[in-house]
């Protein structure tokens, strides 16, 4: 098993079919996203059937990481994930910051 930190790949899926996928460090930072139109392409996309994004991985954990596929995973077992829901309620943190600012 990896002592390497997690890099989550997660995805919401569009009106259009289409798929938005996301990369989330452990302290809930927004690393990557991009949009794909199936997941298969979306594994490739965000570099975990590929090569893609690996210098945007490195540069925020130089040390090495873990990438985390959760394109299929159900809300259950994401709640499962003690380090992905401190992560993601993290990233819903800074984002709320973002936002109140905008309005400011």
Not at 25 to 43: F, H, M, N, Y
Request: charged share 25%; glycine share 6%; proline share 2%.
């Amino acid at each position: 098993m990896s002592t390497n930190p997690k890099i989550f790949i997660i995805a919401s899926d569009t009106s259009g079919g289409d798929f938005i996928g996301f990369a989330m460090a452990e302290d809930g930072t927004g690393l990557v996203s991009c949009l794909s139109s199936s997941k298969i392409w979306l594994r490739f996309d965000m570099g975990l059937t590929s090569n893609r994004h690996t210098d945007d991985y490195k540069a925020y954990y130089p040390q090495g990481y873990q990438l985390v596929d959760y394109l299929d995973a159900t809300d259950e077992e994401l709640k499962a994930d003690a380090l992905f829901v401190n992560a993601h309620e993290k990233n819903n943190e800074e984002e709320q910051f973002h936002a109140d600012q905008r309005h400011m």
